[in-house]
């Protein structure tokens, strides 16, 4: 059988956790901040999972994490 390879734009966006699952950051940080409160944007620094719905599409992307 031949090696898998990765997907390299998944491998940028996800870390494994000791526990198998996987860290994303969270969207809507980049631009249009004025309008959102100071609390708003301190949540969306730190790392959300992947949800269960999506955790089959990331292993399939990442065959070695």
């Known amino acids: 059988m031949p090696k898998i390879k990765t997907r390299r734009s998944a491998a940028k966006r996800f870390k494994v956790t000791g526990t ?3 860290k994303r950051s969270k969207a809507f ?3 249009i901040l004025e309008k959102k409160s100071p609390a708003r944007k301190r949540n969306l620094r730190k790392a959300g999972l992947v949800s269960n719905s999506d955790y089959k599409r990331v292993v399939k992307m ?3 994490a």
């Open 20 to 22: 198998g699952e996987f």
């Open 29 to 31: 940080k980049s631009h």
């Open 62 to 64: 990442l065959p070695y």
